[in-house]
């Protein structure tokens, strides 16, 4: 469908991509990795036509519908819905076509134009749209309100459901989650997978990645190679391409034995628990991700803060919120040194708010908010990020914005600083506003770094930072001594950082039992209830056996049901075996030496089909736990 001929590829005088072969096929749906201004964009940007080939082919069929969305911030009066409904090209130029048939009184071509109205599916259109504004996050009223009253993360999340509606043959996504909340990254993956059409996604999110595509398009030092299978899978590939260096390695096995000293040191303490199990899962991990970054401009880490005091801060009963607003009531919450918190909730719940009132930047309405003395709060939101002056420098915001402690550093001092989050040399002195988004984000954390905090605050931290800065910073938290409160939809980072969550929801703060697959669960029981909250019709008169038969009919159709459920564990098993199996023998480098590379592009192949097939067995196992469970409730 797509192809590239040994394509070459430059933004002004740089070559981003030499030598590029290869195809992709109707209805893949393909992820493209690589480093922050590796040429990712620049892909996605010739696909849609807005760059050529400067040397080499690039080929697609006539007539391919190509969507994407817009990287400009729509203003308008226009009314939500009406926003969205105009991505169907198709449907609206049908509707105008009804029209002007109407005013020519043309009855025969008006008859057939509504004929294809209906084809296109116009006369649900509107709930469709209204559907996917609701996956993500905005609320009921909010369809009927103008583009122009919605924030600049809205309006981006507006025009994505846009890009959405469009009737694509290719559908072209750059880094989409960046403004979205973890549940609206749900209801998007869930999309996604369910997507007909080709799909072209750039993204930094490890998970997000590993549950949509089947391929992945790696962009680094000037090249442009395909690889069958998931991130994941990718990333065993390339491991075993590439050869390690003892560095690199040297790095892996002092990360273990930090880790694994923590684990063994606290392994009995009760009040340790959820610490080191996080520290356990994430060695388990490591070998499958940390062993496979490559060289990084990256090396830092927090410093241990000047005091700890207990607690750090204290919410009782707090109230807060805007104005005549309320947006939380009765907030009782005690953070100290050590504590790991993740913030679950829909967009426009609070968790923000809460951040803010921890903060201090919000006052509390009722109830008490107890800060210690000694604390030192680091709060990393969108709003650092424009609060850095884009005539600038960044080793002028560094000293403007570091504190008293970078007020006493030599220049030399703070130029070592920026140099561990990848500034170096004449880059300290380059205006901020030239920076890219996830240059500027590594600023805002050298800043907050700088700072020496007890506390941490992080809203949507990992927005446009690439997996070696996601992986640095995740590597950091984990050696913190202060208090990390997060609020993100990057699930590694969620995974990796915390040890317990809490529901922001109703205008309650309230205890999470349980984990990110419990939160998705719950999500997905809440969308069910909303698709079939409908009036209950009235009851009628049945007879007791009337009412047996009936339960026995039930008895009999969920039989199969969990029989095919058993079938589904012992399929999961064989092939979870045989994945592990296949990663064990991709991830050994004496396989490569052994083996053709006819067996190894068989074996690579086997693995992506493998994590395919198990991703469809266990949406069935989900689907029929489910099926099973509401009919277990209803009886």
Not at 80 to 93: K, Q, S, W
Not at 146 to 156: C, D, N, T, Y
Request: glycine share 8%; charged share 25%; aromatic share 6%.
């Amino acid at each position: 469908m797509l192809n590239l001929r040994n394509l070459r590829l430059r933004r002004g005088p740089r070559i981003l991509i030499e030598s590029a072969s290869f195809g992709i096929f109707r209805g893949d749906k393909v992820g493209i990795v690589g480093r922050n201004g590796s040429g990712k964009s620049s892909l996605l940007a010739l696909v849609r036509g807005e760059l050529s080939a400067d040397a080499g082919e690039y080929e697609s069929p006539a007539g391919l519908r190509i969507s994407w969305v817009a990287q400009e911030l729509p203003h308008s009066t226009q009314p939500l819905i009406e926003f969205v409904l105009d991505g169907d090209l198709e449907l609206r130029a049908t509707e105008q076509a009804i029209a002007a048939a109407a005013t020519a009184h043309d009855g025969e071509r008006e008859s057939a134009l509504h004929a294809e109205y209906e084809r296109l599916g116009g006369y649900g259109a509107r709930s469709r749209a209204a559907s996917m504004l609701d996956g993500l996050g905005f609320a009921p009223p909010d369809i009927a309100r103008p583009i122009e009253a919605f924030s600049g993360g809205l309006r981006m999340r507006a025009s994505l459901a846009r890009a959405l509606m469009r009737r694509a043959d290719v559908l072209l996504l750059d880094e989409p989650t960046n403004h979205l909340d973890l549940d609206a990254l749900l209801w998007l993956e869930g999309w996604l997978r369910a997507f007909p059409g080709t799909l072209l996604l750039v993204s930094h999110d490890r998970e997000f990645l590993d549950s949509i595509v089947g391929r992945i398009v790696h962009i680094g030092a000037g090249q442009a190679r395909i690889y069958e299978g998931n991130y994941s899978s990718f990333e065993l590939q390339y491991a075993a391409e590439r050869e390690r260096s003892e560095a690199l390695a040297e790095r892996q096995r002092a990360e273990v034995q930090h880790l694994q000293r923590f684990v063994d040191r606290f392994r009995a303490q009760a009040s340790k628990a959820r610490q080191v199990q996080s520290r356990i899962k994430w060695l388990a991990r490591l070998g499958h991700i940390a062993a496979l970054q490559e060289a990084t401009d990256f090396s830092w880490e927090f410093e241990i803060p000047a005091k700890l005091p207990r607690p750090l801060v204290a919410l009782q009963e707090v109230s807060a919120g805007y104005g005549d607003r309320p947006v939380l009531e009765g907030v009782s919450l005690t953070l100290g040194p050590g504590d790991r918190l993740g913030i679950l909730g829909h967009n426009g719940a609070g968790k923000s708010t809460l951040m803010k009132v921890l903060a201090g930047g919000l006052e509390a309405r009722a109830g008490t908010v107890e800060r210690a003395p000694d604390l030192a709060v680091g709060f990393f939101a969108q709003l650092e990020l424009e609060q850095l002056g884009a005539a600038d420098s960044a080793l002028y915001e560094l000293t403007r914005q570091g504190g008293a402690r970078v007020a006493g550093w030599t220049e030399q001092q703070r130029r070592d600083h920026l140099g561990r989050f990848g500034f170096r040399s004449e880059r300290v002195f380059e205006p901020t506003g030239r920076f890219s988004g996830g240059e500027r984000a590594r600023l805002a954390l050298a800043i907050l770094v700088a700072r020496r905090p007890n506390l941490l605050l992080l809203d949507e931290p990992t927005n446009h930072l690439d997996f070696e800065m996601r992986h640095a910073l995740l590597l950091a938290l984990q050696e913190f001594g202060g208090a990390v409160v997060v609020v993100s939809h990057d699930r590694a980072l969620l995974r990796g950082a915390c040890d317990a969550f809490v529901l922001v929801h109703d205008h309650r703060v309230e205890p999470f039992d349980g984990d990110l697959e419990d939160y998705a669960a719950l999500l997905a029981r809440r969308a069910r209830v909303r698709s079939t909250d409908a009036p209950a019709a009235p009851a009628t008169a049945t007879t007791r056996r009337e009412e047996r038969r009936r339960a026995a009919e039930a008895r009999n159709r969920l039989t199969p049901l969990r029989a095919e459920l058993r079938e589904l564990e012992g399929r999961l098993a064989a092939l979870g075996a045989r994945r592990t199996t296949l990663e064990q023998e991709l991830a050994d480098p004496a396989f490569y030496a052994v083996h053709p590379p006819e067996t190894q592009r068989v074996r690579a192949a086997e693995h992506a089909g493998l994590a395919r097939e198990i991703g469809q067995v266990e949406e069935r196992w989900i689907e029929l736990s489910m099926t099973l469970e509401d009919a277990a409730a209803s009886s």
